[in-house]
């Protein structure tokens, strides 16, 4: 079991570009949340899809939208880049209600280090 | 005010020490998360719970609901701990993770 899988690994953009994250969760999961980490910060939590549906979103501009796919897997798009989106970027993996009483248990990828100059 | 408050912020020890971290949150919850991360980014759950104490190795993790309240202890600390450990809540009320700034920790020979 490869665990969660997280693309690119680094990625460096300017200012005013769009940018594509991609993730793969854990075998078996159907939830995926994305978080953006600023450095010396925790995670901040941006989205949450489940039935390739945005069932949550946190408080980030429509700048940053996202998609899943029927295979599960998810995309974090960003427009428009700023400086300050320049973070560390997170996908989490979770069973959803499927997974009993460990629905709540998340699986984090390696994260996805955005710069943008 | 962050919904997830952690103490310390930083932390060294020396090898062997018993350590202890705290995290206070302020909302109603389903479940809190005790997390590692070390340099680089990759975040590891060691503990999930919504009630009462765990126990994995040399970690400890309680918790107290009508305090609002959780502790991770680390026993016989050594410099492989040395990470950050962050605290997180789901609240009952959504889906996402409330994470708290993490604590920094540094054990020494």
């Known amino acids: 079991d490869a665990g969660v899988t997280q693309s690119p690994t680094h990625l460096i953009k300017t200012r005013g570009q769009q940018v594509t994250l991609r993730c793969s969760p854990k075998?078996?999961?159907?939830?995926v949340s994305w978080y953006q980490q600023a450095l010396g910060q925790g995670p901040q939590f941006i989205f949450q899809?489940?039935?390739?549906?945005?069932?949550q979103r946190g408080n980030f501009p429509d700048r940053f939208s996202g998609h899943q796919f029927p295979n599960y897997s998810s995309e974090l798009n960003v427009n428009a880049l700023l400086l300050g989106d320049s973070a560390l970027y997170l996908c989490?993996?979770?069973?959803?209600?499927?997974?009993?009483?460990?629905?709540?248990?998340?699986?984090f990828g390696p994260g996805t280090r955005l710069t943008v100059l | 005010k962050n919904e997830v408050e952690q103490s310390p912020q930083n932390l060294t020890a020396q090898e062997g020490e018993f350590i202890t971290i705290n995290c206070s949150y302020s909302?109603?919850?389903?479940?809190l998360h005790w997390l590692q991360q070390h340099p680089g980014g990759g975040i590891v759950s060691l503990f999930m719970?919504?009630?009462g104490k765990k126990k994995h190795g040399r970690l400890i993790a309680t918790i107290n609901i009508q305090e609002k309240h959780s502790s991770l202890h680390i026993t016989a600390s050594h410099p492989r701990d040395s990470a950050v450990y962050i605290c997180?809540?789901?609240?009952?009320?959504?889906?996402?993770?409330?994470f708290g700034k993490g604590t920094s920790l540094l054990v020494t020979p």
């Open positions: 989490a993996s979770l069973p959803g209600l499927a997974g009993g009483l460990n629905y709540n248990e998340q699986f």
């Open positions: 075998s078996g999961h159907d939830t």
């Open positions: 899809y489940y039935e390739e549906e945005e069932r």
């Open positions: 909302v109603g919850i389903s479940a």
């Open positions: 719970l919504s009630s």
């Open positions: 997180a809540v789901r609240s009952s009320s959504g889906y996402a993770l409330n």
